[in-house]
């Protein structure tokens, strides 16, 4: 099938699934090509709901995921948003096409990944900033981050990234076990520097490695 024709199907199916929620978030998944950021033997995959293989081990999560994670991430254009784990790239370009003249910087630990990743989101003409490092210690030379976005499992709430946190900003994440289930959590930054919480579905991400991770 063609992949306009393909992703037509797929944004129709987490509609009715009631994945995704809103215009900014069906528009996003409208845009950006998916096929571009699976690697070639997967290419006809692209618009299945399922996680797909991106190399050392890691995957690119399943569409009806990300848009949950997306809509809970309540984005908006002109936010600057942090993800940590880059991966293929493609929600970092969605996240770039929500939020529009924001900022998005988003981090990876795998050199191989990161490169590879680098070109195509090049390619893909998205105002993405990448890096090449630990996620778990944010990047302070952007902060403060009205969003950040970890897409790996991990055991807590990083502290660097709490820090780095804007007031009233939101940190979003599976929070939970190294491998199995985890719970997609959201925690909104209070004035006096603490965490409000919010506990969404389950979820299973491979883990966050490093300082403040597995
Ligand atoms: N957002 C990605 C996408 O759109 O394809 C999917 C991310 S994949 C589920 C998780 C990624 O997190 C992997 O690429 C992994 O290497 C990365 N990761 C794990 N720990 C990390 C860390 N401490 N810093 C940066 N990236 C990390």
Not at 37 to 57: A, W
Not at 68 to 86: A, F, Y
Not at 126 to 148: H, N, S
Not at 168 to 192: E, F, H, N, W
Request: charged residues 20%; contains cysteine.
């Amino acid at each position: 099938m063609e992949p306009d024709k393909a992703r037509r199907q797929l944004v129709d199916y987490l509609l009715s699934g009631g994945y995704i929620l809103s215009r900014r978030v069906q528009e996003a998944f409208e845009s950006v090509p998916r096929e571009k950021f699976v690697p070639e033997e997967y290419e006809n995959k692209s618009y299945n709901d399922i996680p797909l293989p991106i190399g050392e081990g890691q995957t690119i999560s399943a569409p009806s995921m990300i848009a949950i994670m997306l809509e809970v991430s309540d984005l908006v254009p002109g936010l600057r948003v942090l993800e940590i784990g880059t991966g293929s790239g493609y929600n970092a370009c969605l996240i770039a096409n929500i939020v529009g003249d924001g900022f998005v910087t988003s981090i990876e630990r795998i050199e191989s990944l990161f490169l590879r990743t680098r070109q195509i989101i090049e390619n893909c003409g998205q105002k993405v900033i990448t890096i090449l490092g630990d996620g778990t210690l944010g990047w302070e030379k952007g902060a403060p981050y009205d969003r950040i976005i970890i897409t790996a499992a991990a055991p807590n709430f990083p502290q660097p990234l709490i820090q780095q946190l804007a007031c009233g900003g939101k940190i979003i994440a599976p929070v939970g076990a190294r491998s199995g289930l985890q719970m997609l959590t959201v925690g909104t930054k209070l004035k006096d520097g603490s965490l409000s919480t919010n506990v969404y579905c389950a979820c299973a991400f491979v883990p966050l490695l490093g300082t403040h991770g597995f």
